[in-house]
Structures are given as structure tokens and as C-alpha cells.
């Protein structure tokens, strides 16, 4: 009984210093650095003057290997008036290719907005290398002398015609060099996110050229936002037999460059949590791959490709053929690119994790009932009964033995006492009553076991999907993605006053407290004193705990908490054991009568 009570000890007490971790430390923190960030742009923003000079990047001379010089910092608007472009128009993409270095620098995304505010602005990826958000991608060529200039971030392209780029009309840009050398671009884009770019270079020389194919996806900041440990973002891709590259901004912070090796298949870019850029190289041909940090002039992170280089004999036409996508993970849109231009795991853009088996199925049913029902609220629900129903068998098994455990509990206190200090006596004939009976007394553990995965993989769909991300459920629950906004220390809004992060403990999170404090009274109180406050508490406690995490999440957990008091009440009928709910609840709340002989 002693070993017993030190072990709930330890655990409430581990419990207890996490928490405390949490919302005295981790959480003021993350507090503590957000605001410095925006103090940080704000007073960046209030110094930058017309003229001054700070470490910016321009539309200058830069190769896979070459640094670019500073310049002053612009608007956006500014950045992109000042170049001739051709404008982008589809029904998911607005924005333009600025002519010179013909590179994609303005690029936003129309259907998703910066809030859950439909009036909000909507979703910048791409910005001129000249903003302080920097961010943008490019394709070129690396060539010698005898090739004369090669298109880079300083060729001026020319348009053939004056139209948008749009799902149905490609546009065609031309640049030719001083030896003769044509250079045909061609880019197409679809209604959702990926562009074709296909370079077809016709040698006019009189004499072979070669030339290597470039293209990079560069950034001026990384996100602001603490990492997660349930996703990456940073660098990324599939580099032929060298597999999933996930590599984090630290890492080329403190090694420079990450060098994965040479392929001839595969993809790269960089990834946020809902938006991502990445390239698709020829597939034709062996290409070196790199993600970096360089800190010449203005600090940029860089994943690039070098293709070996490429002979075209005099007076033949070669074609390069790059994907570029850029835009939002959505599911059914990423997992239609890896299908229809066979690029090779790009599904895996996506941060399912290592249960993607198990996370990924998970999302797709959740995805089916929402297209049925059009509420991922409601989805997560109908998906819950269905996990349920799965386990049902296990389920049942495990209260048809906590049932038949109550009913053997006045045995078990015979033989108690029968054995008294008798441990290793007492423990064979508890065993031999298991066996008798039919029990298995671990059977409590496998519901608990089994949560865990469909837990964690909730979790990840609901954190990392951007079908997700602003999905309202119901009332106040705008974006089930985000923890929920109310609070029981203001009265969940009726007091003016806006509580600390660490205190939003919402409406949702109490119900899921107060169906885990029912669940747990279910079964008969522990006679441990120990236990018995550690039953008492644990809701509360995973009550705080679960306040900051996504409401989808606490919405699952409330629902399958009360799924499982109906089920293990039926069960508990069944085999005619009592149910303790109420008598347990009449015990906490009611009146205890005192003994007058005391």
C-alpha cells in the first residue's frame, strides 16, 4: 500500500511540475518574445526613411552560389510598381512574375484570409526580395563564356503578347544573348497552385554550349511563431534515394549548408505550417541539392538545385522542363500533384508524422463527413462514434471485466484477509480467482492504450490540416483549429477585461472537465486516500491543461468522454452490477450524517 501511495504521488506531483512549467515559465515566454518581435518590426518599420540604407536584397547578380548586396527595404506596393511584371489571375492565385529575372516574388492566395475575418487581407506567400518579408522563387541558368549571359536574376525577359497569366492562357517570354542564344519561357498554371515552366534554348552559336539548370526558393525571415514539435517547418523535400529532408532553420543557422546529395527524382522547398514553395527539377537528369543560411549582405535562407550541366549541339533546340508550387497544403490538392506529374512522395509535404498510417486515414474520414455534412465540427463528432464503434469489441471487453471485478470484490476482501502480510500467498490466490472468473485484470488498460494513437492522430489532423485551419463548429467556435477564446475568469465575456493566455479556460474545456470528473465516478471510490484525490483532481487538472490546446481536440475528448459513460453504463447493466455514478456523486455533494455516539 505504501509503494502504492508513493506512486500516485509521484505522478500527481510530476503532473503537477509540468503544469506549472507550462503556464509559469513556457507560456509567459512565448508571451514575453512575441511582443518583443512586434516591438522589434514596429520600431524597424518607424525608422526605415526613403533613401536609408539597411541589409535588403535587390533584383541584383546572384547564382546558386552568390551573395546579394543590401538595399533599402520597401513596401510591397512599392516593390512591385517599380518593375514591369505580368500579372497572375486564377481562382486561387493573384499577383504577378516581375519580368526582371523573370522570377515569382507576388504571389497571394485568394481564398484564404489572415483571420477568421472574411475582410481581413488575404494571404501573402510571395514578396519582393526588397520588402522586409522577403520571399520569392527563381529558375535560371549557369553557363560560361562560350555561352554568353544566361538567364538570371538580373535578365530583363520580354513578353510575347500583353494577356495575364491565367489557368487557361499561358504566357511566352523571350530573351536572347549577345552570342545568339534563344531563350523561350513558357509558364502555365492551373486552377490551383502549381506552375509549369518549360525553357526551350535554341543554339544559334555555331558551335556546341552547355549549360547548367538552376532554381531556388529563397526567404528573408523565418516565421516568428515558436516551433512545434509535432511539425516541422523549415526546408524540406524528397531528394531521390536520399528520402524525406526535413530541415530546420536552426540547423542551417549553425551549420551554413545542409548538402543531402545528388539525385535525379525528388523535390524541394520550404515549408510553413499551412503554406509551402517547392520545385520540381527535371527528372531526367542528376542535380545537387542544398538548404542554407547565408549572411553576405542581407541574412536569407536558400534551398536551391544545380542540375549537372546540359549539351546542346549548334543550331539545336533543348527543352528544361520545372514545376513550381506554390500555395496551400490542402489534402486532396497535394495528393493529386504527386498522382497526375508522378512527383514522388509529395504527399509527404504534408507533416502527417511517423503514424501517418494510422493519421492520414484519420483525416479522410473526418474529410468525408464534412463534405456530407459541411461542419468539421460535426465531422469530428460522427468520426468519434466510428472510432468508437471500431473498438467497441475491445471496449466491452474491458468493462464486461471491470463489471465482473466489482462482482468479485467481497471474494477479494475474504482473501485479503484470509492472507493478511501473506503478499506473495495473497497475489497466487487473487490470480487463481481471475482465472476462475474469467478476468483479465489488465483489461483496463487497453482502452487507454488505444486512445493514445487516435489522441495524438486527432491532434495532428486537426493541428497541422489546413482544411482545418478557420473551420467553425458552432455559437462562439469560429476556428476549431484555435483553442477556445472564452473564459470563466471574466465570465466568459461579460466582464470588460481581457484575460492572460495561461487563464483561458473556456467553456468547452470545463464541459470536457466535468464529463471526465463523471466518467471517473463511475466506478466505486478507491478505498487509497492517495488515489482517491488523485481521481478527485485529475480532471481538473487535465482540465487547465487541455485550455490551450485546439477546441476541435477538446470538443473529441468531451464527446468520447460521455460516448464512454453511455457505454460503460449499458455494459455495467448488462452484467448486473451497479452503477456508481450517482451514489458516488450523492456521497460527494450530500450531507454526511454524523454519529452520535461520537
Known amino acids: 500500500m505504501e509503494k502504492n501511495r508513493n506512486y500516485f504521488?509521484?505522478?500527481?506531483?510530476?503532473?503537477?511540475?509540468?503544469?506549472?512549467?507550462?503556464?509559469?515559465?513556457?507560456?509567459?515566454?512565448?508571451?514575453?518574445?512575441?511582443?518583443?518581435?512586434?516591438?522589434?518590426?514596429?520600431?524597424?518599420?518607424?525608422?526605415?526613411?526613403?533613401?536609408?540604407?539597411?541589409?535588403?536584397?535587390?533584383?541584383?547578380?546572384?547564382?546558386?552560389?552568390?551573395?546579394?548586396?543590401?538595399?533599402?527595404?520597401?513596401?510591397?506596393?512599392?516593390?512591385?510598381?517599380?518593375?514591369?511584371?505580368?500579372?497572375?489571375?486564377?481562382?486561387?492565385?493573384?499577383?504577378?512574375?516581375?519580368?526582371?529575372?523573370?522570377?515569382?516574388?507576388?504571389?497571394?492566395?485568394?481564398?484564404?484570409?489572415?483571420?477568421?475575418?472574411?475582410?481581413?487581407?488575404?494571404?501573402?506567400?510571395?514578396?519582393?526580395?526588397?520588402?522586409?518579408?522577403?520571399?520569392?522563387?527563381?529558375?535560371?541558368?549557369?553557363?560560361?563564356?562560350?555561352?554568353?549571359?544566361?538567364?538570371?536574376?538580373?535578365?530583363?525577359w520580354t513578353q510575347q503578347g500583353d494577356g495575364k497569366l491565367t489557368a487557361s492562357t499561358p504566357v511566352t517570354l523571350t530573351f536572347t544573348n549577345e552570342k545568339g542564344v534563344v531563350f523561350t519561357r513558357t509558364i502555365s498554371v492551373d486552377e490551383h497552385y502549381m506552375f509549369q515552366v518549360t525553357d526551350s534554348i535554341k543554339n544559334a552559336t555555331g558551335a556546341p554550349i552547355s549549360l547548367s539548370p538552376y532554381g531556388r526558393v529563397t526567404r528573408f525571415e523565418k516565421p516568428t511563431t515558436p516551433s512545434v514539435y509535432v511539425l516541422h517547418e523549415g526546408f524540406i523535400g524528397v531528394i531521390g534515394e536520399h528520402g524525406l529532408q526535413e530541415v530546420k532553420y536552426t540547423t542551417t543557422e549553425e551549420d551554413t549548408t545542409v548538402a543531402p546529395g545528388k539525385a535525379t527524382t525528388g523535390w524541394l522547398g520550404i515549408t510553413d505550417k499551412y503554406w509551402a514553395s517547392a520545385i520540381v527539377p527535371p527528372q531526367d537528369s542528376p542535380y545537387e541539392t542544398r538548404f542554407s543560411h547565408f549572411t553576405d549582405g542581407r541574412p536569407r535562407y536558400q534551398a536551391d538545385y544545380k542540375q549537372d550541366a546540359i549539351t546542346i549541339p549548334a543550331g539545336e533546340t533543348v527543352d528544361v522542363k520545372n514545376l513550381l508550387f506554390g500555395g496551400a497544403k490542402e489534402v486532396p490538392v497535394i495528393d493529386g500533384y504527386k498522382t497526375s506529374y508522378?512527383?514522388?512522395?509529395?504527399?509527404?509535404?504534408?507533416?502527417?508524422?511517423?503514424?501517418?498510417?494510422?493519421?492520414?486515414?484519420?483525416?479522410?474520414?473526418?474529410?468525408?463527413?464534412?463534405?456530407?455534412?459541411?461542419?468539421?465540427?460535426?465531422?469530428?463528432?460522427?468520426?468519434?462514434?466510428?472510432?468508437?464503434?471500431?473498438?467497441?469489441?475491445?471496449?466491452?471487453?474491458?468493462?464486461?471485466?471491470?463489471?465482473?471485478?466489482?462482482?468479485?470484490?467481497?471474494?477479494?476482501?475474504?482473501?485479503?484477509?484470509?492472507?493478511?502480510?501473506?503478499?506473495?500467498?495473497?497475489?497466487?490466490?487473487?490470480?487463481?480467482?481471475?482465472?476462475?472468473?474469467?478476468?483479465?485484470?489488465?483489461?483496463?488498460?487497453?482502452?487507454?492504450?488505444?486512445?493514445?494513437?487516435?489522441?495524438?492522430?486527432?491532434?495532428?489532423?486537426?493541428?497541422?490540416?489546413?482544411?482545418?485551419?478557420?473551420?467553425?463548429?458552432f455559437g462562439w467556435i469560429q476556428d476549431l483549429s484555435a483553442p477556445d477564446p472564452t473564459s470563466i475568469f471574466n465570465l466568459f465575456g461579460l466582464l470588460p477585461f481581457a484575460v492572460p493566455h495561461a487563464l483561458l479556460i473556456g467553456v468547452w474545456p470545463l464541459i470536457m472537465g466535468v464529463t471526465m470528473f463523471l466518467q471517473m465516478r463511475m466506478n466505486p471510490t478507491p478505498p487509497d486516500p492517495t488515489q482517491a484525490m488523485i481521481f478527485t483532481w485529475m480532471p481538473v487538472v487535465f482540465t487547465f491543461m487541455l485550455a490551450s490546446f485546439p477546441a476541435g481536440l477538446v470538443i473529441y475528448w468531451a464527446w468520447n468522454n460521455t460516448l464512454s459513460i453511455i457505454q460503460q453504463a449499458i455494459i455495467m447493466k448488462r452484467h448486473g452490477v451497479k452503477v456508481e455514478l450517482f451514489s458516488n456523486l450523492k456521497g460527494l455533494f450530500g450531507k454526511k450524517k454524523t454519529d452520535p455516539a461520537q
Open 342 to 473: 508522378s512527383i514522388p512522395h509529395f504527399d509527404l509535404m504534408i507533416d502527417w508524422g511517423w503514424f501517418w498510417f494510422f493519421t492520414k486515414p484519420m483525416f479522410q474520414l473526418m474529410d468525408f463527413f464534412f463534405r456530407y455534412f459541411g461542419n468539421f465540427g460535426i465531422a469530428i463528432l460522427i468520426t468519434t462514434i466510428v472510432v468508437k464503434g471500431l473498438f467497441f469489441p475491445i471496449a466491452s471487453k474491458q468493462y464486461a471485466s471491470m463489471a465482473n471485478m466489482k462482482k468479485v470484490q467481497p471474494k477479494m476482501e475474504e482473501l485479503k484477509a484470509k492472507f493478511g502480510d501473506d503478499r506473495m500467498g495473497l497475489q497466487q490466490a487473487m490470480m487463481q480467482l481471475y482465472k476462475e472468473e474469467k478476468i483479465n485484470p489488465l483489461a483496463g488498460c487497453w482502452p487507454i492504450f488505444l486512445q493514445i494513437p487516435v489522441f495524438f492522430a486527432l491532434y495532428k489532423v486537426i493541428y497541422v490540416t489546413i482544411e482545418m485551419r478557420h473551420a467553425p463548429f
Open 9 to 156: 504521488v509521484a505522478i500527481a506531483l510530476s503532473v503537477l511540475i509540468l503544469i506549472a512549467w507550462q503556464f509559469l515559465y513556457v507560456n509567459p515566454k512565448l508571451e514575453k518574445d512575441r511582443l518583443l518581435t512586434e516591438a522589434q518590426q514596429t520600431q524597424q518599420a518607424a525608422e526605415q526613411k526613403p533613401g536609408q540604407t539597411t541589409a535588403g536584397a535587390g533584383s541584383t547578380a546572384v547564382t546558386p552560389n552568390g551573395a546579394v548586396p543590401g538595399g533599402a527595404l520597401e513596401s510591397h506596393d512599392q516593390a512591385v510598381a517599380k518593375s514591369a511584371r505580368v500579372a497572375i489571375d486564377t481562382p486561387a492565385l493573384a499577383g504577378s512574375i516581375n519580368l526582371t529575372g523573370a522570377r515569382f516574388d507576388d504571389l497571394r492566395l485568394k481564398e484564404f484570409h489572415e483571420t477568421v475575418d472574411k475582410s481581413s487581407p488575404i494571404i501573402t506567400l510571395f514578396s519582393p526580395a526588397e520588402t522586409q518579408h522577403g520571399y520569392f522563387a527563381e529558375l535560371g541558368f549557369v553557363g560560361s563564356d562560350a555561352t554568353g549571359q544566361t538567364p538570371g536574376p538580373q535578365t530583363v
